[in-house]
């Protein structure tokens, strides 16, 4: 240290915290920042591909209103049941022959189920959902109808919420069980135990196993992709349209809104990052460990 206080500068300083020198502890020099990094491995997104991705948000959306509607024209008698299994049948099957062939071409070399053993969960479910149908019919009876509505909603909005949009195939967990909650409590309020069987298949084929054929095709045609996301969308406003325009109206809102006008704002406040990389940063103990045992 000098005279005057100032550190003495024949002897340079080092970055280090072992070695005693004549320096204040807090003390750096001029080289300090020349490690500073800005942005460093920053994602660069372009509008379209983000309103592209933002479409699996949009059709989840949709896949809620439309089981909505279904649910609705049940209860008002305009659906019947056997015209519902049987759609969700012939669906459900031509959704299987896409699956496979999609998966055939992409997972060529993987070891994929086989066909009975599909064949034989499929059973599984819908012989233990019928057998029990009767019983979660009568399942709310002893609960006030507002409360179903209150609870099927929250769980609506909750599957929404928790859903797995970035790898949706299988479903999560508790998006799976939230849907199926709320499935269970709006099936519960139809007319009888094969209303309820009908609801509760078509809930498993919108929000079990739509989502794992919609991700094959967004890794396997994504032009496809893009098509069929529009189309939900569509259909969705479309028959939410044809119980409540006020609920369309609102749906096309909040699709508008998902779809194109967040992305826009991701894309205009993505040149406002500033994230700032240095000496200063933590430590990673998994480097530094290695650095040290070598």
């Keep these: ?23 204040p502890d807090n003390y750096v020099d001029q080289r300090f920042l020349e490690e500073l990094r800005r942005n460093e491995g920053i994602r660069v997104y372009r509008y379209w591909a983000v309103v592209k991705e933002a479409g699996f948000v949009g059709q989840q959306l949709s896949c809620v209103a439309i089981f909505i509607t279904l649910w609705l024209y049940m209860e008002q008698g305009q659906l019947a049941p056997e015209t519902l299994l049987w759609t969700s049948l012939v669906c459900a099957l031509l959704g299987y022959g896409l699956h496979q062939v999609l998966t055939t071409q992409t997972e060529s070399c993987s070891q994929p189920r086989t066909h009975l053993a599909n ?24 609960v006030s109808t507002d409360t179903v509505y209150a609870m099927s909603a929250v769980m609506l909005l909750a599957h929404l919420l928790s859903f797995p949009y970035s790898q949706p195939s299988p479903p999560g967990s508790l998006s799976l069980n939230a849907a199926l909650f709320a499935s269970v409590c709006l099936a519960s309020r139809l007319p009888g135990a094969l209303h309820t069987f009908a609801m509760l298949s078509c809930a498993l084929l919108v929000f079990a196993l739509w989502p794992c054929l919609l991700q094959k095709m967004r890794e396997s045609t994504s032009h496809q992709f893009t098509g069929v996301c529009l189309g939900v969308c569509i259909g969705g406003v479309g028959g939410l349209g044809s119980q409540s325009m006020g609920g369309a109206v609102l749906l096309s809102l909040a699709l508008v809104s998902v779809t194109l006008l967040c992305p826009l704002l991701l894309i205009k406040l993505q040149r406002h990052k500033d994230n700032i990389h240095g000496p200063w940063d933590e430590a990673e103990i998994c480097e530094d460990l290695s650095r040290f045992l070598n």
């Design 119 to 142: 064949l034989q969960s499929a059973a599984i479910f819908l012989s233990f959902t019928f057998g029990f149908s009767p019983v979660l019919k009568t399942l709310t009876e002893s």
């Design 1 to 23: 240290m000098g005279a005057d206080g100032a550190p003495d500068q024949t002897e340079p300083w080092r970055k280090v915290l072992w070695e005693r020198q004549p320096f």
